[in-house]
């Protein structure tokens, strides 16, 4: 049997996904660059991992130089990670490589460990103006989203890869899989919605079914390119 899931399994997972990602340790370092990320913004994996966020990205709220920083030493996304609560999705402008600004749109997610020097806050993205979910934006934040949540085991039977197109989702296995993404629990994603913990796991098992997804972390790397979350 498989043993938990860590959080290498977790980038792993990532690396060839179709949003951009990347994850800074408590530190503000960087610790993890997908491809995407890389088409994306331009940098590779070796010109960023081991330096500074804010000394890389510059995130800023227009591309304007006098606008207001988003990305900085001690910004509030890292204040709220380190209190195991999600930052708040939102639209920024990047640096990239050639030092142009580009407009990305972030959804944070945070990334816990059994070691506390590999927790992580990590960041999905897309080029352009995604709309952040309102519960990411304006609702309290939300605990944090442990490895071991994102990277479940599957629930009942693993689908079999396929190459049909994804199934449309419900508008309950959504509102699940949205939580899901933001740190809930099965448990308390049954409490807040008012169903029952069975009646949780299998909205999700059907999600993942309809999504091609083998585990709980593909599901919603799924929905987030179909930009549903």
């Known amino acids: ?43 590779t994996a070796g010109q960023v991992i081991g330096r500074r ?15 207001n920083p988003v990305c900085m030493n001690g910004c509030p996304a890292i204040r709220q990670a380190r209190t195991r609560c ?8 990047a640096r990239c490589a050639s030092g142009r600004r580009k407009r990305i749109t972030l959804t944070p997610m945070v990334v816990s460990a059994l070691h506390p020097d590999q927790a992580a806050l990590l960041y999905l993205f897309h080029e352009g103006d995604a709309e952040p979910e309102d519960a990411s934006v304006t609702g309290p934040a939300p605990t944090a989203t442990s490895v071991e949540r994102l990277a479940d085991p599957p629930v009942g039977m693993a689908p079999s890869p396929s190459s049909e197109p994804a199934g449309p989702l419900t508008r309950r296995q959504v509102e699940v899989l949205r939580l899901l993404a933001l740190g809930l629990s099965t448990k308390e994603i049954a409490s807040q919605l008012h169903l029952s913990y069975h009646t949780v796991r299998n909205h999700i098992s059907d999600a ?10 593909g599901a919603v790397q799924a929905a987030q390119r179909r930009r549903l979350l």
């Open 86 to 93: 999600v930052p708040p999705a939102v639209r920024v402008h």
């Open 53 to 67: 966020c804010f000394h890389i990205l510059g995130l800023r709220s227009s591309c304007e130089e006098g606008s």
């Open 208 to 217: 993942r079914r309809r999504l091609h997804a083998q585990n709980i972390l």
């Open 1 to 43: 049997m498989r043993g938990p899931a860590t959080v290498a399994d977790v980038y792993e997972s990532l690396n060839a996904a179709e949003c951009g990602a990347y994850a800074v340790d408590m530190r503000q370092t960087i610790v993890f660059w997908n491809a995407r990320a890389e088409r994306i913004l331009g940098y």
